[in-house]
């Protein structure tokens, strides 16, 4: 699974350097700077005729009396399951920030849709302001529904803990109680 991982990340780098996206490249920066010292540290080596493996496994057995040999593989093991652990939780965190960037982004269209739908609802509005005897109660009533609607998309606008709940008790704190009695009462006396 890791060789897998391991041949589709370089894979997606060196596809990414052929086409010089370099949007993508920083998502490997640690990748690349990785490859990057591991090709310096080969040249050197080769270079300079280093046996930096034999170098090590010589003073492991010079330290052989401290048991520090015996610390290598479950360090190494532990050393792999960290970054494993730590790259799960980029991911879940990217996915969770791209889940929050299509909200907001969903909440700010809506807004704009519901707002030019309540700007243009003025017009009505102004309509039954010149026409005679329009009952000025409803147009009372009209602006109470209108502040209500701003009131709660202002509300959802503003919201930074995005969850079911926070949604709907923002508004359900933001929703302005219309008196439907007085409203039913418009009727009748009509």
């Not at 909440?107 to 010149?130: D, F, G, I």
């Amino acid at each position: 699974m890791i060789k897998a991982c391991l041949r589709h990340q370089l894979g997606s780098i060196i596809i990414d350097i052929f086409h010089l996206d370099l949007d993508k490249l920083k998502a490997y920066w640690l990748t690349i700077a990785g490859l990057a010292i591991a090709t310096v540290l080969l040249i050197v080596t080769l270079y300079f005729e280093l046996d930096t493996f034999e170098n090590l496994v010589v003073f492991l057995k010079q330290r052989d009396s401290s048991e520090l040999d015996e610390f290598i593989i479950p360090s190494i093991i532990a050393l792999v399951f960290f970054t494993i652990n730590q790259y799960l939780i980029i991911r879940r965190r990217a996915a969770n920030n791209e889940k929050v960037r299509m909200y907001k982004t969903m909440v700010h269209a809506s807004n704009h849709v519901l707002r030019t739908c309540l700007n243009q609802m003025l017009l009505v509005k102004m309509s039954a302001e010149e026409t005679p005897n329009f009952d000025s109660r409803v147009i009372a009533l009209f602006d109470e529904i209108v502040a209500s609607a701003n009131s709660q998309l202002d509300a959802l606008g503003k919201l930074e803990d995005i969850n079911e709940k926070a949604i709907w008790e923002a508004i359900y704190a933001n929703t302005t109680e219309i008196d439907l009695e007085t409203y039913l009462s418009f009727n009748k006396s009509e």
